[in-house]
């Protein structure tokens, strides 16, 4: 078994094309050799800012030999009358470079096997692996020079190598070779003699090519500088990332800034510092410091100049941050309710002050449907919830929305809850991160996300494949977690209609009498029509795959179909986990055959002086003891338990009696039944 190295070498690649750049090598290289049937024990990519690279171990020294069946014309076409092969019959023959002797009739045809020679691994690889290559995808690809051919950034080397011989390619304008290029303060003729030696000798010339390997050293890196001071970095993983794919050798650096910046609220300097410089702020006791450490891609002793540029640039962000602060503190959080008009929500949907107003309204009858008897803080954080959007500081940094409206309440003098539910509104932030632990946050954050569901629906932008308008996903996946996780009692199935109704209707050149009616006919069709009931399927779908990891997929849908599950959250839950715990094939049966015999609704009741079979009696009475419902798992074993009264109605009674009398009387039994299966789930998508 063999081992190839291909290394594309390049100008420093855009950070963001680089995870993807993993994948696509990964799958293009893999798909190649499972299509040409070459056996291979393993595909791995490497990346740094400047190279791919791609180690291919096991590999087989040829594709197999396969024999393949050509199917030729005829029988009458390819003899002639005497049985000898026609003009036809010997053009096949030519063409396929099969002897006239061996080829064979088989239903009718002829036939030829055709024997296609394995090619050698080295073949492939030379004729594949450079439209492998051009076959990446990414934004702003480019050209250079006078190729015609695109690629992220100008490839500057290419090493190409088979155990211990070069594989030569030539990729747009670069041939390859067995040498690559070390760290570009490093040595720069590295020679690969085998691609096992790949990895270390990399290594040796400060280039850490595992980007798992690099991504662990900035974490042990970071921790090991932050501890000379005492203190603990802050990471994202998107932050990991982005510092994993900029640097070939992380070296941290720590630099210092003016305490007087730590007077700005604390998400502000942070995300300054990890999103907009790609710094770690550092936290000692759990508050933040004025030292941050950066992640260096240099090799030597001399950081003073690479501190002293850091803190040149950290300071005139922060500065533009104080100025900031310090003008939109000059009012009120309060006094830029009124600028949400200038803003648009969305087209036909008024502005971020009718939005705002919306939410007041929506977050009014949560608090009605959670019996909370004093809804002023809630009301209080809807109205404010959106105010920070007018402010120079989000304008500026736009991810600190709901941050910087917590802090400027502060400043205005609002209480607690009412700071920490315009922060907490738009929790969670995404599918793992945390829910908003105070009622505030809860009941806002659920009006606003089920507001924009319901816009953006009621405009016709739902969401299709990749498209997520408005990120209507993560909204209809945020309203099941708060709910879920702290266990709210909301009917959603009545928050979608008002919050339908309250959706503004244009109205613009038309008459009072048409305004009316259209007011009218929107609101009816929007709660009644396709429009409710789209949002309705979508946020089921949503709640289903949440689940699904806990739960098979055919119990989470007859769970839903025979009851709403937006109506009750929780009761759909516990149906979801007792029917999880059904073992019955004969009761599912029986289920099942109630369902295929009431195809149509029954109009008429049990008559039971039309009982002329002991069975009959025997069922009705069974049916009458199935009555736990308030005990899901109870109700399931009763349904179990009667079920041999329902096996020996089957065997004993003909539902399809010719009499129609008896005939419907039986079917009115059958409903009682069935509606005892539908109280706990659709069985029939089981």
């Given at each position: 078994m063999?081992?190839?190295?291909?290394?594309?070498g390049?100008?420093?690649?855009p950070?963001?094309?680089?995870?993807s750049a993993?994948?696509?090598?990964k799958k293009?290289?893999?798909?190649?050799?499972?299509?040409n049937k070459?056996?291979f024990s393993d595909?791995?990519?490497?990346?740094?800012p400047r190279?791919?690279?791609?180690?291919?171990d096991?590999l087989?020294?040829?594709?197999?030999?396969?024999v393949?069946i050509?199917?030729g014309?005829?029988k009458?076409?390819?003899?002639?009358?005497e049985?000898?092969?026609?003009?036809a019959g010997?053009?096949f023959?030519?063409?396929?470079?099969v002897?006239?002797?061996?080829?064979y009739v088989?239903?009718?045809?002829?036939?030829a096997?055709?024997?296609?020679?394995?090619k050698?691994?080295v073949?492939?690889?030379?004729?594949n692996?450079?439209?492998?290559?051009?076959k990446?995808?990414g934004s702003?690809?480019?050209?250079w020079?006078?190729n015609e051919e695109?690629f992220s950034r100008p490839?500057?080397w290419i090493?190409s190598i088979?155990?211990?011989?070069e594989?030569?390619i030539?990729?747009?304008d670069k041939e390859?070779s067995n040498?690559?290029?070390?760290?570009?303060?490093?040595?720069?003729?590295?020679?690969i003699?085998?691609p096992?030696?790949?990895?270390?000798?990399?290594?040796?010339?400060c280039?850490?090519?595992?980007?798992?390997?690099?991504r662990?050293?900035i974490?042990?890196?970071?921790?090991a500088?932050a501890?000379?001071?005492?203190?603990?970095?802050?990471?994202?993983?998107?932050?990991?990332?982005?510092?994993t794919?900029?640097?070939?050798?992380p070296?941290?650096?720590?630099?210092?800034f003016?305490?007087?910046?730590?007077?700005?609220?604390?998400?502000?300097?942070?995300?300054?510092m990890?999103?907009?410089?790609?710094?770690?702020?550092?936290?000692?006791?759990?508050k933040?410091?004025?030292?941050?450490?950066?992640?260096?891609?240099?090799?030597?002793?001399e950081f003073?100049n690479?501190?002293?540029?850091?803190?040149r640039v950290i300071?005139?962000?922060?500065?533009?941050a104080v100025?900031f602060f310090n003008?939109?503190t000059?009012k009120?959080?309060e006094?830029?309710?009124e600028d949400?008009?200038g803003i648009t929500f969305q087209?036909?949907?008024g502005?971020m002050?009718?939005?705002?107003?919306?939410?007041?309204?929506?977050?009014?009858?949560?608090?009605?449907?959670?019996?909370?008897?004093?809804?002023r803080?809630?009301?209080?954080t809807?109205?404010?919830a959106?105010?920070?959007?007018?402010?120079?500081?989000?304008?500026?940094?736009t991810?600190?929305q709901?941050?910087?409206g917590?802090?400027y309440?502060?400043?205005s003098g609002?209480l607690?809850p009412?700071c920490?539910?315009?922060?907490e509104?738009?929790?969670p932030?995404?599918?793992e991160?945390?829910?908003?632990?105070?009622?505030?946050?809860?009941?806002?954050?659920?009006?606003?996300?089920?507001?924009?569901?319901?816009?953006?629906?009621?405009?016709?932008k739902k969401?299709?494949?990749?498209?997520?308008p408005?990120g209507?996903?993560?909204?209809?996946?945020?309203?099941?977690?708060?709910i879920?996780?702290?266990?709210?009692?909301?009917n959603?199935d009545?928050?979608?209609?008002?919050t339908?109704i309250?959706?503004?209707?244009?109205m613009?050149?038309q008459?009072?009498?048409?305004?009316i009616k259209?007011?009218?006919?929107?609101?009816t069709?929007r709660?009644?029509?396709?429009?409710?009931?789209?949002?309705t399927?979508f946020?089921?779908?949503r709640l289903?795959?949440?689940?699904?990891?806990?739960?098979?997929k055919?119990?989470?849908?007859?769970?839903?179909s025979n009851?709403?599950?937006?109506e009750?959250?929780?009761?759909?839950v516990?149906r979801v986990?007792?029917v999880s715990t059904l073992?019955?094939?004969?009761m599912l049966e029986?289920?099942?055959?109630?369902?295929r015999?009431?195809?149509?609704?029954?109009?008429v009741?049990?008559?039971?002086?039309?009982?002329?079979?002991p069975?009959?009696?025997?069922?009705?009475?069974q049916?009458?003891?199935?009555d736990?419902?308030d005990?899901?798992?109870?109700?399931?074993?009763q349904?179990e338990e009667?079920?041999?009264s329902?096996e020996?109605?089957?065997n004993?009674v003909?539902v399809?009696?010719?009499?129609e009398?008896?005939?419907?009387?039986?079917?009115?039994l059958?409903?009682?039944?069935?509606?005892?299966?539908d109280y706990i789930?659709?069985?029939?998508?089981?």
């Amino acid at each position: 078994m063999s081992k190839y190295l291909l290394e594309i070498g390049t100008e420093e690649l855009p950070y963001r094309f680089i995870p993807s750049a993993i994948n696509q090598l990964k799958k293009l290289f893999q798909d190649f050799l499972n299509d040409n049937k070459v056996g291979f024990s393993d595909v791995k990519v490497y990346a740094t800012p400047r190279r791919l690279a791609v180690i291919i171990d096991g590999l087989e020294a040829n594709s197999p030999d396969e024999v393949k069946i050509v199917r030729g014309p005829i029988k009458k076409v390819a003899y002639d009358e005497e049985g000898n092969l026609s003009k036809a019959g010997l053009g096949f023959a030519n063409k396929n470079g099969v002897a006239p002797d061996d080829l064979y009739v088989e239903d009718d045809y002829i036939h030829a096997k055709i024997l296609i020679k394995g090619k050698s691994i080295v073949e492939l690889l030379q004729a594949n692996v450079p439209s492998l290559v051009l076959k990446l995808q990414g934004s702003h690809f480019m050209r250079w020079a006078d190729n015609e051919e695109k690629f992220s950034r100008p490839i500057r080397w290419i090493v190409s190598i088979l155990d211990r011989e070069e594989v030569k390619i030539k990729i747009i304008d670069k041939e390859s070779s067995n040498v690559s290029r070390g760290h570009r303060f490093a040595q720069q003729s590295v020679v690969i003699g085998h691609p096992d030696d790949y990895v270390e000798l990399m290594r040796n010339c400060c280039v850490i090519v595992d980007q798992n390997e690099r991504r662990q050293r900035i974490i042990d890196r970071a921790k090991a500088e932050a501890q000379k001071f005492g203190a603990e970095p802050y990471y994202t993983d998107d932050l990991l990332d982005e510092v994993t794919f900029i640097t070939e050798y992380p070296v941290p650096a720590t630099c210092d800034f003016s305490e007087e910046y730590l007077k700005l609220p604390e998400e502000l300097v942070v995300t300054v510092m990890a999103v907009h410089q790609r710094y770690f702020a550092l936290y000692k006791d759990g508050k933040l410091i004025n030292k941050f450490i950066t992640m260096t891609n240099y090799l030597g002793d001399e950081f003073e100049n690479i501190k002293a540029g850091n803190v040149r640039v950290i300071k005139a962000r922060l500065d533009d941050a104080v100025f900031f602060f310090n003008e939109d503190t000059k009012k009120p959080l309060e006094g830029y309710v009124e600028d949400l008009k200038g803003i648009t929500f969305q087209k036909g949907m008024g502005s971020m002050y009718d939005k705002a107003q919306r939410l007041v309204k929506l977050s009014r009858n949560i608090c009605k449907q959670l019996n909370i008897a004093d809804s002023r803080l809630v009301e209080r954080t809807a109205l404010l919830a959106k105010a920070d959007l007018t402010t120079n500081l989000v304008f500026e940094f736009t991810e600190l929305q709901g941050y910087i409206g917590a802090d400027y309440a502060r400043v205005s003098g609002e209480l607690a809850p009412v700071c920490e539910g315009i922060k907490e509104h738009y929790f969670p932030l995404n599918a793992e991160s945390e829910t908003a632990k105070g009622l505030e946050g809860q009941i806002v954050g659920i009006a606003d996300k089920i507001d924009t569901i319901a816009a953006v629906f009621a405009e016709g932008k739902k969401p299709t494949g990749s498209s997520d308008p408005l990120g209507v996903r993560r909204a209809a996946l945020g309203i099941i977690r708060t709910i879920m996780a702290n266990d709210l009692k909301i009917n959603l199935d009545a928050l979608i209609n008002e919050t339908l109704i309250n959706l503004p209707i244009a109205m613009e050149g038309q008459t009072v009498v048409d305004k009316i009616k259209n007011v009218a006919g929107s609101f009816t069709g929007r709660v009644t029509g396709k429009v409710k009931e789209e949002i309705t399927e979508f946020i089921v779908q949503r709640l289903i795959i949440f689940l699904s990891d806990k739960y098979a997929k055919n119990v989470l849908e007859a769970c839903a179909s025979n009851k709403n599950p937006l109506e009750n959250l929780a009761d759909y839950v516990e149906r979801v986990k007792v029917v999880s715990t059904l073992n019955s094939p004969a009761m599912l049966e029986s289920a099942n055959r109630v369902a295929r015999l009431l195809k149509e609704t029954v109009l008429v009741s049990v008559n039971k002086e039309l009982f002329n079979n002991p069975a009959e009696n025997m069922l009705y009475k069974q049916i009458a003891t199935v009555d736990a419902k308030d005990d899901y798992a109870k109700f399931l074993k009763q349904l179990e338990e009667i079920n041999p009264s329902v096996e020996k109605f089957f065997n004993d009674v003909l539902v399809m009696d010719k009499d129609e009398k008896v005939k419907q009387n039986r079917l009115a039994l059958l409903s009682l039944l069935k509606e005892k299966y539908d109280y706990i789930c659709d069985f029939s998508k089981l």
